[in-house]
């Protein structure tokens, strides 16, 4: 089949898979910050066995294969009496994996304040949540805009897990294996998935990118 | 609340060690309200370290640490209650890099003391005003020279209306000609009693301002005395050579 006639036939189912790429980005990477900062609080906070906690959790997400962890929660959590829709199984391993790097992302963030920011807010008599709030996370975010804008894209792209499980609406991978069971589309109809993922890494890369110059710190 | 014979700042025997370094040796000192005192002392004597005790940055190892005859809480909510009360000015400005020059000085009596907005931002023009650099307030402290950025920061602890104001070597990382303006910010602050310790370089400061001078040399207090007497006579053979050694520049 030629692109166009391909288009013609599954545009509409293109868009849609689209669409839902695009909502599992967006609702896993909003889970991945969300987690990610409350890990990173925890492992800056100053109760020892709970800093050791939030750095297990890393290394467990950020080390575990994104299809190993999909396996698991699709076959293993049955078990445990817990039947989830497969949307929310992939969502889980969507959000834990990202959240793990986007941890580490706030960690170097964090790093590039100068120790005396911390001792003038603590002399100031701010307590820990406050300083964390008003210092020590906007800062750690302003400076790894770039990197979490990385994170979004691969978080994207890890969203493909979404074709691993039969769920519908189908996302951007998975609409190239229906395509190809039903037709012939050949390297074309995946040609097609991989354009519109590109173009969407592309748009949010210059975002990324805009914010950045906007927030950036002067030092 | 309290009597005004109390002073503000009280150090009772402290002694601290950096591992096997005794940097401090039964320290026992006090600063009472509407008084200036100055630390000097060559490199090393532990006057930074002194300083930040006061308000337990650094921890001690024995002793006792008053403010306004009540020991200072070893940590939590009742330290931070009692850090708000003191006031500290670093050498290297520290401001906060991501606010402007407003939001620096807005920050603590917003988040802290939960000031409205509208009064804190008031509040904080007027001391912008005070020490300076009210025409810098919407700039971030990257863009100011370092003693625009100092004058900001003294601004910055002033707005937690502290008891005191304890300052690390202030003007140390200044250019020459921009000492002279933070310097006079505070001496206007001691003219208008407010209760200072100051670790300084700055002898002819120390001369116009303290009431007290202290000297440290290798962790102790080895002189104590008015500036006229200290600068004048001074009684150790330490005093005499640390003298004689910051005069030959
Ligand atoms: N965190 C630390 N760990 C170990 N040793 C330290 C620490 N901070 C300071 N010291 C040591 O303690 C001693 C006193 O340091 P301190 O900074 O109080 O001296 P200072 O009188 O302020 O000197 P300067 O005039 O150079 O600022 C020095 O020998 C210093 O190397
Ligand atoms: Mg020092």
């Given at each position: ?111 590039t304040i ?24 906007p800062q750690?975010?302003r400076s ?71 927030v950036r710190i002067l030092r | ?96 890099a991501h606010m ?40 971030v402290p990257a ?107």
């Amino acid at each position: 089949m030629s692109i166009s006639a391909l288009l013609d036939k599954y545009g509409s189912l293109y868009l849609q898979a689209m669409l839902t790429t695009w909502r599992l980005t967006v609702i896993s990477f909003a889970g991945a910050m969300a987690i990610g900062l409350i890990i990173t609080v925890i492992r800056v906070c100053p109760i020892k066995p709970l800093r050791y906690l939030g750095d297990f959790y890393v290394q467990i997400f950020r080390n575990i294969p994104g299809a190993a962890m999909l396996i698991l929660l699709v076959y293993a959590l049955p078990y445990l009496k817990l039947n989830f829709p497969y949307e929310t199984c992939v969502l889980i391993a969507t959000i834990m994996i990202p959240s793990a790097f986007c941890s580490e992302h706030l960690m170097s963030g964090m790093n590039t304040i100068a120790p005396g920011q911390i001792e003038a807010a603590r002399a100031l008599g701010f307590s820990f949540f406050q300083m964390i709030r008003r210092i020590v996370i906007p800062q750690a975010l302003r400076s790894a805009v770039l990197p979490l804008t990385n994170l979004l894209v691969a978080t994207m792209l890890t969203t493909s897990l979404a074709s691993q499980v039969p769920m519908r609406p189908r996302d951007l991978t998975g609409i190239v294996s229906y395509i190809n069971t039903r037709d012939v589309g050949g390297v074309l109809a995946f040609a097609i998935s991989a354009a519109l993922y590109c173009l969407t890494a592309l748009l949010l890369g210059q975002l990324g990118g805009w914010i950045d110059r906007k927030v950036r710190i002067l030092r | 609340m309290t009597e005004s014979n109390v002073p503000v700042i009280e150090l009772r025997h402290v002694d601290k060690h950096f591992g096997t370094l005794h940097v401090l040796k039964d320290i026992s000192l006090s600063v009472n309200r509407g008084e200036v005192v100055v630390i000097i002392g060559p490199s090393g004597s532990g006057k930074s370290t002194l300083c930040r005790t006061v308000n337990r940055l650094e921890t001690i190892d024995s002793g006792e640490i008053l403010i306004e005859g009540v020991p200072i809480p070893p940590e939590g909510k009742k330290l931070a209650a009692m850090r708000r009360q003191i006031g500290m000015v670093f050498q290297s400005f520290n401001l906060f890099a991501h606010m402007t020059i407003l939001e620096n000085v807005v920050a603590a009596p917003r988040s802290i003391l939960k000031q409205n907005k509208k009064d804190a931002r008031a509040e904080a023009l007027r001391l912008l005003e005070r020490v300076g650099v009210a025409d810098q307030k919407d700039k971030v402290p990257a863009q100011l020279s370092g003693g625009q950025q100092q004058r900001a920061a003294i601004a910055r602890a002033l707005a937690m209306h502290p008891k005191a104001m304890l300052f690390d070597e202030p003007t140390s990382a200044l250019d020459p000609e921009m000492i002279g303006e933070v310097l006079s910010v505070m001496t206007e602050l001691a003219g208008e009693g407010m209760t200072m310790l100051i670790v300084t370089h700055e002898m002819n400061f120390a001369r116009r301002v303290a009431d007290r001078v202290i000297f440290m040399d290798g962790g102790a207090i080895v002189e104590e005395n008015t500036p006229e007497e200290f600068f004048a006579h001074p009684q150790s053979q330490r005093a005499k050579d640390f003298l004689s050694s910051i005069s030959e520049h």
